[in-house]
Every structure is written in C-alpha cells, then in structure tokens.
C-alpha cells in the first residue's frame, strides 16, 4: 500500500534476532504489526513519511523534548515501538547533500520502520550454531592500492581547502549457501555492541554489532556519542591512541560537527561535551569516544532531527556536504546500509546507532563495508589496514570464528 511516497506492508516478516536497541524488556516478544519502506527515487521526504508512519502507529515522535507524562506501561497486545533503519543514500537525501554509488545490496530500502506488539509469549530465535552455512571468498570492491590512492586524493582535496577531513569506505562481497540466520545473530553478539541486533525484510536481512551511537533521546535530552581514532586494544595499543596528535585532531574535528549539527534542531541548547576523547573497547580494538549532548526542544520532531544528524559526521567528514561530494566522486560502491542509523523508537525514548560493523545478506551474498577518516596527516597504508581491523571481526564472527 502507498503512503504519500513510501509503501507500507502488513504482513512482514517475523525477527529472526533481537531488533537493534531494542528494550531488553521485550526481548523475543517482538511481534510485527507493519513495516514502511522508502527506496532512493521514490518521491516524498523520506524524513517526514517515516515520522508521519511512526506517528499515525501511535509512538509519539512529534514532539521529542517532552517531559513528564511520557512513560507508559507495555502490556500484552500493546505497541512497544518500533525499529528504525536509515541508509547513508537516504541520509544524504534528507541532509541535501550529494548521493553516492548505488548500493549493492538494492533490494533493501533505504529507509525502513518496522512497528512491533508486545506478544504475551516469547517467540525463540533460534542458535547461532550454524552449521548449514557456507561463506565463500570475500571479493573486495576496491585493491589496497586503489583505497590507497584514494586517501592520497582527499589528502590532496584537504591541500586544496576542499574539505577539512572525508571518511572512505570500502565494501566487500561473498557468496554464501544455507541460512545466515546464526551467523547473524553472531555478528550481532560481538563484545561491545551496543545496538547488537537483527533486522529483517523481503529476501534480505541486516546485522549490526554497532557500538557508536548517532543519538538517542531520553528525559528531554538529546545526546550523540562519536568515535573516531583505532587501535588494537592492547596496553601499547592504548598508549599509542592517547599520544596520537593525528587522531585526536581528527576526533576534535568530528566532535566540533556533531556539536554544530545538535545546534541546528530549533529552540535546542546549549551544546556541550560531556566526555572528550574517551578510550572505550569494541571486540578487540581501543576506540575514543565522546558524549556531546543539549536540551531538547519539545517541539522538536523526528524528521527535523533525522535531518540535523543524518548522515553521522564521524562516517562523512567536514564540512558534510562537501565530504559527501567527495564521498561520491570516489567510492566505485554504494555504502548500501552501512554508514547510515539503525535502532529503536520507543514511547518513552529514542536510540539511534550508526550502522558501522554492519553486514547487510540478500538472496546469494554477504555484504560488509568499512572505512576510516582522512586527514591531511593521514598515511594511506595505515588506513587500509585500519578499515581491515574495523571488518576482522565481524567476517570472522560471519565465518563462525
């Protein structure tokens, strides 16, 4: 069925994981009601026809900031919320920016709401166990030396006053056999998920072991938490992050967007960073994190928030639109659902992650992407074998490892 230029299904189909962010309250009681889709070239702003689609199902995004009378308690039969999916493609849209490759994974929309009710029984998943799953070779998109080469043109753009910094990603394929339902459900179990979790649609199925949140909204606040800066989580690993004058200017940039994107939402502020360079452990890696965050006006709604921080700073550079231009000129693949947000809108909440660590499966293939920020002091090998480092563990979680 259409809705003003998104469609909506009644009849999608059931978890085969818990969704992303979900409330660990309703875990495995996830029953879906509907799902909207919005495909890049659809007409309409997709900001405002999922807002409009989350609203019409009764979860209260018009009006984020509220507080007080918001909690409300889930009993069985009840609506307990929805997932939200949002594609760089479709965050680039809502942002004006320029839009990239086409996605290698076209099958799945670009935006896509799922609204769930709270089922009196739990419903299992299933094991991760897998053993009717097959993964092949992984085929790259790009050689180390075409990713090379495209470090040395941002740095060259940087040179030029182009842009500040620009965040590259690469993409990888496999052909696999058998159900990738447990080696999802693996990649969504990684140490240090925070928004771990499965979601599902028509012939495909993405995983997310995310650990960095584009923002959440609780209590009238709206925070983000970006990560930019990598090392192996070992005690000289440690130690080198915290000397690194590199990556703490490239983190300071980000911090420095993500503040300026939470200003823009009307009637919000003011902005501060709470936490500044914060050393955390994801599945092997140290990563710096910051927390920025501000009063949330009560009017303000989930379409102009989408807007303010779609697509997440840390995975586009600065200024945003001109990384996106530049993003588009050099990734020979779309981001498809990665660099994009993925999680959970609730009554009494919303949380958000960016969909880093994140594998998208169609019919015949596994898709994984990862990529890193360039700074004029950026050396291209070690950036190729940091984006390696970020996708270790979720292809060997894939191969059951």
């Not at 140490?191 to 199925?205: K, M, N, Q, S």
Request: charged share 20%; glycine share 14%; net charge neutral.
């Amino acid at each position: 069925m259409l809705h003003a230029g998104g469609a909506v299904d009644h009849c999608p189909l059931p978890p085969i994981g818990r969704p992303p962010g979900a409330p660990a309250g309703c875990h495995a009681r996830h029953h879906a009601l509907s799902a909207f889709r919005w495909h890049r070239g659809d007409p309409g702003d997709p900001a405002e026809l999922v807002a409009r689609y989350l609203a019409d199902n009764g979860l209260p995004v018009r009006n984020l900031g509220r507080t007080g009378d918001k909690y409300q308690t889930i009993g069985d039969g009840d609506i307990c919320g929805a997932s939200l999916y949002v594609s760089a493609d479709a965050g680039a849209v809502m942002a004006g920016g320029v839009i990239g490759s086409r996605s290698p994974v076209p099958g799945i929309p670009d935006v896509y709401a799922v609204v769930y009710r709270h089922a009196r029984d739990v419903t299992p998943t299933g094991d991760m166990s897998g053993d009717r799953w097959s993964l092949g070779p992984w085929r790259e998109s790009w050689t180390r030396a075409d990713h090379a080469t495209a470090v040395d043109e941002v740095r060259a753009a940087i040179g030029r006053g182009d842009v500040y910094q620009v965040n590259i990603v690469g993409h990888a394929s496999a052909a696999y056999t058998g159900d990738p339902g447990p080696a999802l459900r693996r990649v969504a179990a990684l140490a240090g998920a925070r928004y771990g979790g499965v979601l599902t649609g028509d012939g495909w199925a993405v995983a997310t072991a995310s650990p960095e949140t584009l923002v959440e909204v609780r209590d009238g606040r709206v925070v983000t938490r970006p990560i930019k800066g990598t090392r192996p989580a070992t005690a000289a690993g440690r130690r080198e992050l915290l000397a690194s004058a590199k990556e703490r200017a490239e983190h300071v940039m980000i911090v420095d967007l993500e503040r300026n994107d939470l200003a823009r939402l009307p009637g919000t502020g003011p902005v501060r960073v709470d936490e500044l360079f914060a050393v955390r452990e994801w599945s092997g890696l140290w990563q710096a994190e910051s927390v920025v965050s501000a009063d949330l006006d009560p009017g303000v709604g989930l379409a102009a928030l989408l807007r303010a921080v779609c697509p997440g700073g840390s995975v586009t550079g600065a200024p945003k639109l001109a990384a996106l231009a530049r993003i588009a000129a050099l990734e020979p693949v779309g981001r498809g659902v990665s660099m994009g947000a993925l999680g959970w809108i609730g009554h009494d909440h919303l949380d958000l992650g960016l969909s880093i660590r994140t594998v998208a499966v169609d019919g015949s293939r596994a898709h994984v992407w990862a990529g890193g920020g360039i700074t004029i002091d950026s050396d291209p090998v070690a950036e190729v074998d940091e984006a390696a480092a970020k996708t270790g563990p979720v292809r060997a979680a894939l191969r059951g490892r």
